[in-house]
């Protein structure tokens, strides 16, 4: 199994092209599925994550043919089987979304229960709320959800927490229902948007999508047609905050600077230059920055996806910070693993309360999930006094393309074996 080796200490320098986003792409390939004809997908990542989900949208019947390594041609007017229960499904968080396409084209569908990074309990029962209103009948036995309807009818549906896989899986659902859904207490993370987006472009009728209304007025089908993903804005915030921790001078392009508002505003008050372009940030940092408090939240607010990579950050800040983690019950287990660093972390419930250290030490480390896999490496990056060693990349394979080209071209001493 590979793994990746860093020698800590270089200054990062240069630009980065971020690819497009993973939680989008995961969303557009099932939502192909709703689509009547071919739809060519730009701007894919090419991730383990996107891979399978490309197995499994062939192993349902689709045809799919890479055009190029981000371009993806999907006809999924194919699609004769409407069971997913392969055990890569199960693995992976982004295959509810199959639950709602096939819904919403077969009005049946079988998947295994999704798995994806452990952060405690991840409930879907906002998921099937939604289908249940659309008027589905949804039984969960063996760790298998089946869902299946005569007719979807539109309706009104009120999240009582604010989740972006039942917002975007319950729009899955109702782009091809009878009448007019309306979502409350929606989700509004950019790649909600971007998902909306590719389907108005096959003709569906979605509005609000980035607001906390999302009104979907059902119509009879959809054609086919090309569509760019937005970029990552998480690759984008692992990429500024590698740049911060080496006190480098980085600049991040092909992104949409506002979706890294609530980052480049927390690196201002910390000390750390951010300067904005139409589609670039660039990231100036000193080797000193202060400490600070960061609470992760949904969008707008700090993207509990860049919670291991920041907090990595503040373990060499000046001071004690506190990162709180709003999102999910449990994402600090990563915590445990960054110990032979020498870093000073201790929680207290959904806190962990970081206190400064001078340096970081090299070690072997463990990547217990995605993000934290990133976050070990964001600690590689500034650790010194040998290599550091991180283990289970296949983690961090899941949600970033060749990382370590990318920063080994900002100059950093990293490679995989
Ligand atoms: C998605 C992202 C993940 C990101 C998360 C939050 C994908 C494939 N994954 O995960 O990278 O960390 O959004 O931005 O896009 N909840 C319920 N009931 C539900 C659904 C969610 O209680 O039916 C709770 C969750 O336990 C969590 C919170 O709502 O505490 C937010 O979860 P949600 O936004 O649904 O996250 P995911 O869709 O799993």
Redesign the pocket.
């Known amino acids: 199994m590979s793994k990746l080796c860093i020698r800590g200490g270089e200054r990062l320098n240069g630009d980065v092209i971020i690819n497009g986003a993973k ?1 989008a792409a ?1 969303a557009i390939l099932p939502a192909t599925i709703l689509v009547d004809g071919i739809s060519v997908i730009e701007n894919l990542p090419n991730i383990n994550d996107v891979s399978i989900l490309n197995e499994t949208m062939c192993s349902l019947g689709a045809v799919t043919k890479f055009i190029d390594t981000h371009t993806l041609e999907v006809d999924a007017s194919t699609v004769y089987n409407h069971n997913a229960l392969d055990e890569c499904v199960s693995k992976m ?2 295959s509810y979304y199959l639950l709602g396409a096939l819904l919403g084209r077969f009005k049946y569908a079988e998947v295994a229960m999704p798995g994806g990074c452990d952060f405690g ?7 099937i709320k939604g289908f249940k209103a659309l008027g589905a009948d949804v039984e969960v036995i063996d760790n298998v959800i089946k869902v299946s309807a005569k007719r979807l009818i539109g309706t009104r549906i009120y999240l009582d ?1 604010v ?4 917002t975007i899986n319950i729009m899955l659902a109702a782009v091809l229902a009878e009448g007019t859904t309306v979502i409350e207490n929606s ?1 509004k ?1 950019p ?1 909600i948007v971007d998902v909306a987006n590719y389907l108005n472009m096959m003709g569906a009728e979605i509005k609000g999508a980035g607001t906390d209304v999302i009104r979907i007025k059902g119509v009879e089908k959809l054609h086919g047609g090309k569509y760019t993903i937005v970029p990552d804005q998480i690759e984008a915030g692992t990429f500024m905050i590698a740049a911060a921790i080496t006190g480098g001078d980085v600049c991040v392009k092909n992104i949409i600077p506002e979706h890294m508002d609530s980052l480049s505003s927390k690196f201002r008050e910390m000390g750390i230059e951010v300067i904005e372009g139409d589609d670039y940030l660039r990231v100036i940092a000193p080797i000193n920055f202060k400490a600070t408090t960061v609470k992760t939240l ?1 969008y707008p607010g700090f ?3 860049l919670q291991p990579q920041m907090a990595v950050l503040l373990t060499v800040a000046n001071g004690v910070s506190t990162m709180i983690e709003g ?3 449990n994402r600090f287990q990563y915590i445990e693993e960054l110990k032979p660093t020498g870093a000073k972390i201790h929680i207290e419930g959904n806190r962990a309360i970081i206190e400064g250290v001078e340096s970081l030490k090299s070690s072997h480390l463990i990547a217990t999930d995605l993000r934290a896999g990133a976050a070990m490496i964001i600690a590689g990056l500034r650790a010194t006094g040998g290599e550091t060693v991180i283990h289970n990349v296949k983690y961090i394979d899941r949600g970033y393309e060749t990382v370590e080209t990318k920063l080994s071209a900002l100059g950093a001493n990293i490679y995989r074996k």
């Open positions: 939680n995961v968080r982004a309990g991840r409930p879907i029962d906002q998921h927490v989740s972006v896989g039942a989700a993370e790649h949904p993207p509990t996806d999102v999910f019950e």
